[in-house]
């Protein structure tokens, strides 16, 4: 029968439409996939990447995806194409120029999903550039700063800085209480932490503390609360995929998967800590006067942000400043444990600092104590440059005039990503052993070469408009951590063979780090 219609000329069967459809789709593709390729056809970059992202997306999944873009960066020098749109730098000054104010670069699509709630924006979320100077702009007098501000130094400092002071010294009491109680091995007596974890309840306690004025509370139960651990290291691989896939950001916030982000009903999880912010918001609305608290959720109120936007912008701190810290706090430890002579000149100079004080002095050191102890800020910044926690290429959006960088002419709308990593391997600045964790580094160079090298590391903190907020924050935590650790414990790794597990699908995460510590005799 089918035969026969065939004969006859009748309409193409149901195998023929398919196929047909198929053949449109494939011609549609190539098309689509030739005119990607074209725009971008004279940036260096190897060919596969240039006409699909989804060797990124499998670099992101197998786990070095910094690993494999620095050395995408040492292959094809200063500008590389890694994907049909994506193109990354490495050159500090770029960087600088395309975070400047001056600048109309836009935040790539990406960000999109940093969005908690698809109703609303926090700072780091929105793409507009005059929206996110309004909103970034009140965000800073949170610090209460002494002096007036400028919208280059977008960062918390001053007067504010130090109430969070005291609130990261009563989360660093808080670790130092748990390690006493839980975690000290003697002679014969092995009670080792595995410090992965612990990196992370300290920092989330931190930034919770700051934020809301109380923690979270991990460190005081020493495990995961309300399921929330659990639930973001099993999204924070995802936000990797997602950044080499952002148009993915249309199908996530469109029904019927937008019915599947978190949310402030959720039992356990991410939607238990936007809970706890729209709460902690709502008890300073009702309360007689919410401008008496000391913490950030005050300072935004009093400075006119929305309840709303408050929620967001507290749920992003959380979210901002927790993982990124415990990466810094732990590829820093493991740096100094794996490298003898520093850990020994570290301690010894934390020594020598309490020598000159009081004996019996337990509180936790100062912040502006801790600028007393350069061979610490040496290992900090030497442990940022190798192992940057904002690895991730933080695309920005290239302006509608198009832009020009190392020679290669981007058109508008292609993405430019940052390889912070790279940054801080490259010969003309670190020499030769750019590999090699050596803080020396730091206390050698002439003044001149101690700005580069600084204003290179910075950049982990981004530059210009784009600045973190809480760097000040994040440098206090790791400071009063080493020092009040190196000073009470001595710290040992437990498997020498493998002192942790390392993943990189968008930062370093790391599991199994087991360490031991022990007490010193004075
Ligand atoms: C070592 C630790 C940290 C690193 C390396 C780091 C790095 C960064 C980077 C690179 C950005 C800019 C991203 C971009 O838009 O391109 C950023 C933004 C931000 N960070 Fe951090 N951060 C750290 C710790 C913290 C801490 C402790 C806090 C809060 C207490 C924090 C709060 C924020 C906020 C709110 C933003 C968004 C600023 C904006 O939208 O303009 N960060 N951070």
Known sequence: MTEAIRANGAPPSMANAFLSAIAAFAL????????????????????????????????????????????????????VRVQPNVVVYNDPETFRRICSLKANYTKGLWFEFSRWDLDRYSCIAMRDNESRKDRKTKLLPAANLPFRLTYQHLQWAGQGLAVMESRVDSQVQSFLELTEKK??????????????????????????SVTFGRPFGFLHKDGDVEKYLETTEAMTPM????????????????????????GEGDKVGFGRLMKFASDQVQDRIESSNPGLAHDIISDYMRNGVEPEDVVQECITLAVAGSETTSVALRMALLAILTTPSAYNKLQSEIDKFYTN????????????????????????????????????????????????????????????????????????????????????????????????????VDLVFSSGKYICLGKHVAWMELMKFFVEVLRRYDIAILNNAQPLKLRDPVTFLSTDFWITFTKRVN
């Open 28 to 79: 549609i593709t190539a098309i689509q996939t030739f005119r990607a390729w074209w725009r971008l056809r004279h940036v260096p970059g190897p060919f596969l990447n240039s006409i699909t992202p989804l060797v990124m997306t499998y670099h992101c999944f197998k786990g070095d995806i910094t690993n494999y873009t620095h050395n995408l960066t040492v292959k094809y020098g200063q500008l």
């Open 183 to 208: 975690y000290v091995s003697s002679a014969g007596i092995l009670r080792p932490m595995e410090f992965g974890h612990r990196a992370q309840f300290y920092t989330l306690d931190v930034v919770t």
């Open 239 to 262: 936000f990797g995929v997602l950044g080499t896939l952002p148009w993915l950001v249309y199908v996530i916030h469109a029904w019927p998967l937008n019915k599947m982000m978190p």
């Open 357 to 456: 004080k009081e004996a019996a002095d337990t509180s936790i050191i100062s912040y502006t104590d801790t600028r007393n102890l350069p061979y610490l800020q040496a290992v900090i910044r030497e442990a940022l440059r190798l192992w940057p926690p904002s690895a991730g290429l933080f695309t920005k959006e290239v302006p509608r005039s198009g832009d020009t960088i190392h020679g290669y002419y981007l058109p508008p709308r292609t993405e430019v990503g940052q390889c912070v990593y790279s940054i801080g391997r490259l010969p003309r600045i670190w020499g030769t052993d750019h590999d090699v964790f050596r803080p020396e580094r730091w206390l050698e160079a002439s003044p001149e070469k101690l700005e580069e090298m600084q204003a290179a």
